[in-house]
């Protein structure tokens, strides 16, 4: 079994930065594609951002150019780096990750999500 959890969230004002964490812990053989979803109340959940194991990234339009995702494969993590905030970008962020555990089960898996709030 595996296990994402997440950390770095919290209340910021308009303009200012934050940074995620998502740790994947358990059995794990091997981490594909990561990512960081985000869902604000009665809206769909969206793409955030996305980093393969090799590097290649990919972003939601809306936040494009103030966000950065990034992972250290040797940890097992992935990060969101989030710099000019907007009180749009409040929602909670779920991290998500495609995992080949050891047992030879592969699949996506989510954490349980931070809460992100941009407010004056």
């Known amino acids: 079994q595996v296990q994402l959890v997440e950390s770095g969230g919290g209340l910021v004002q308009p303009g200012g930065s934050l940074r995620l964490s998502c740790v994947a812990r358990?059995?794990?053989?091997?981490?594909?594609?990561m990512g960081w979803y985000r869902q604000a109340p009665a809206k769909q959940r969206e793409l955030v951002a996305g980093?393969?194991?090799?590097?290649?990234?990919n972003y939601g339009d809306s936040v494009k150019g103030r966000f950065t995702i990034s992972r250290d494969n040797a940890k097992n993590t992935v990060y969101l780096q989030m710099n000019s905030l907007k009180p749009e970008d409040t929602a909670v962020y779920l991290c998500?990750?495609?995992?080949?555990?050891?047992?030879?089960?592969?699949?996506?898996?989510w954490g349980q999500g931070t809460q992100v709030t941009v407010s004056s």
């Open positions: 998500n990750a495609d995992i080949f555990q050891r047992n030879g089960r592969y699949g996506g898996a």
């Open positions: 358990g059995s794990i053989l091997r981490i594909d594609n």
């Open positions: 980093i393969t194991s090799g590097g290649r990234t």
